[in-house]
């Protein structure tokens, strides 16, 4: 909409409400795996499917696994994305494994899905030698180029912004690809959103918002983050597409995004899709949430399970059974255990990393901070046991 005289005129006073437009959730399956009536299931295959719930149930036996871990104090820091799967991993599955995906800190399920390896995820976990971020970064920063996963940041919000100027890229290039940005409800109040849509519907781009509201802002409600009716109408006040869906169906994710996608690639338009879900693990291994939710709130939000959903729609279809989903589970506990007493034996990447892969040869100030660490480290060695007992021998 322009400011020039072809917009409709009135000449009655009248102001426009937020709350007149309610955005309605899109869901296809009932907690039972039963479709409503008159949903339309998308064309997923066996293979896919299976696919999909495989990835789901190995991203909660990670999870489960990797806090009992920090809590054991092998890992410094963790965070699940219990309770989120159909969101994290239902979106990826309807891409191209080409699309980038820039996520924030709770969508491995998507890197699970596109193949990332148990032993990926424990070098990186564990900051040892393998690790692809040579131990900068915290745990759950992952990253990986060979399958189009950028790297995560700390900072809330900043891969917003990253994901309209990369799909600008996409679009200059013509080759058929998006990116998809994910992020919380409560990044959808830092200003990098705002500027991020705008530009995006601007410049006509294919990138895909992708918001996972759980309900919580670290301890902060989505009651007290914003008045309006969720996230999803944002988006109309930048003139793009926008669906809200249940975020735990991980039919109506899949299709919602494979609608998406098609309306950025085949249109060159941004689409937000608002995926409404639940958090049921503590924001992260530093969280209590017992501070700020109820027992049956939890609970409530438990009883719809997208695992359990998905596994009664396989059971319904005759394409998976209770023997398999057995196996399965031990078979993936099994599996992400011995990786892990594996992965954390690795040394963790020799000192002079530090320096190495911002300058094509690094300066002589870098050099001298290094030997000055160095020192420090032969100093007081037991103040860095994993680093002084190498330090002399590589």
């Known amino acids: 909409m322009t400011t020039d005289t072809k917009n409709r005129a009135v000449h009655s006073l009248s102001f426009i409400r937020g ?34 719930y495989k990835a789901m149930v190995r991203t909660r036996v990670l999870d489960e696994r990797m806090l ?9 820091f ?6 989120e799967e159909a969101t994290t991993v239902g979106f990826a599955a309807a891409l191209d494994d080409e699309d980038m995906i820039m996520a924030q800190y709770r969508e491995q399920g998507a890197l699970v899905y596109r193949g990332f ?6 070098n990186q976990l564990f900051s040892n030698e393998r690790d692809y971020g040579k131990g900068r970064q915290m745990p759950i920063h992952y990253g990986s180029s060979k399958l189009h996963y950028m790297t995560i940041s700390s900072p809330l919000a900043t891969q917003i912004p990253q994901a309209t100027g990369y799909a600008y890229g996409q679009k200059m290039a013509g ?27 601007v410049l006509k781009v294919p990138v895909i918002f992708l918001c996972r509201n759980n309900g919580y802002a670290i301890s902060t409600p989505s009651s007290e983050q914003f008045a309006a009716d969720g996230i999803a109408p944002r988006a109309l006040g930048y003139g793009m597409h926008t669906i809200r869906v249940d975020g735990n169906d991980i039919l109506a994710v899949y299709a919602a995004t494979l609608e998406a996608r098609r309306i950025a690639v085949e249109e060159n338009e941004p689409v937000l899709i608002e995926a409404m879900s639940y958090r049921l693990a503590a924001h992260s291994s530093s969280d209590d949430p017992s501070g700020y939710r109820s027992k049956k709130e939890e609970e409530n939000w438990a009883s719809k ?6 596994k009664q729609w396989l059971l319904l279809q005759q394409w998976w059974s209770e023997d398999e989903d057995k196996t399965l589970y031990d078979i993936e506990r099994r599996d992400v255990l011995a990786m892990l007493k594996e992965c954390e034996k690795h040394p963790i990447p ?45």
């Open 175 to 201: 080759e058929g690809k998006c990116t998809v940005t994910v992020f919380g409800e409560g990044a959808a109040s830092e200003g990098d959103f705002h500027a991020a849509l705008n530009m995006a519907s």
């Open 305 to 310: 399970d997208p695992l359990s959903r998905m």
């Open 68 to 76: 009992a871990a920090q809590r054991q104090g092998r890992l410094s």
């Open 19 to 52: 709350d007149e437009l309610q955005i309605p959730t899109y869901k296809v399956l009932k907690q039972d795996g039963t479709p409503y009536k008159g949903a339309k299931l998308p064309d997923l295959d066996q293979h896919t499917a299976l696919r999909i």
């Open 350 to 394: 020799k000192l002079e990393e530090m320096i190495t892969d911002v300058y094509d040869v690094p300066p002589p100030l870098l050099k001298e901070q290094l030997e000055h660490l160095k020192d420090h480290i032969r100093k007081y060695p037991e103040a860095y046991p994993k680093t002084s007992g190498r330090l002399d021998n590589d």
């Open 78 to 83: 963790y965070m699940q994305s219990t309770g």
């Open 117 to 122: 390896t148990l032993e990926e995820f424990m």
